[in-house]
């Protein structure tokens, strides 16, 4: 397959998204698709996603996928922050009739100040890696199938 893949990443908690990066990237060249189909873009964070998707499905991309740990900062709540990008990833979705997958996480609890939970959120986002890479791949062939459809009946 052709297709060209952005993924769109935050560059916030490193190893927390460079896991799902790695694990993305992985398993879609299991699945045939070659590293140069797929561009690393990295984004200062969670909230430039969607501007930078959005830019990235204009101009030749089939499918961008956002990954982002978005936790509580105490500035404001990041629930807010994670509704407002997958919101907007969605929206982009749409705007531009082309796939745009969300591996944006956003836990109750984390603390960068203990091990065990950025073990724990680095496994996570390896398995979150590997479905964004399951959806990547169906997504691309949705649009030919309904489009397919449409000329049959």
Not at 81 to 106: A, C, E, R, W, Y
Not at 114 to 132: D, L, R
Not at 133 to 141: D, S, T
Request: hydrophobic share 45%; glycine share 6%; net charge negative.
């Amino acid at each position: 397959m052709s297709a060209k893949i952005a993924i769109l990443s935050a560059s916030w908690h490193t190893s927390i998204i460079e896991s799902a990066e790695k694990s993305f990237l992985e398993d879609m060249q299991k699945r045939g698709f070659s590293a140069e189909q797929i561009d690393i873009i990295k984004v200062p964070g969670a909230l430039e996603i969607p501007l930078a998707g959005k830019l990235a499905l204009e101009n030749g991309y089939d499918v961008a996928v956002g990954i982002a740990f978005v936790v509580d900062g105490q500035i404001y709540r990041h629930e807010f922050v994670g509704h407002t990008v997958v919101q907007s990833i969605l929206d982009v979705s749409l705007q531009t009739n082309k796939p745009f997958l969300s591996v944006v996480l956003t836990p109750q609890s984390y603390s960068e100040h203990t091990e065990a939970y950025e073990e724990m959120y680095v496994k996570h986002m390896i398995e979150k890696g590997v479905e964004a890479a399951e959806a990547c791949a169906r997504m691309l062939a949705v649009p030919a199938e309904i489009l397919g459809q449409k000329k049959a009946a």
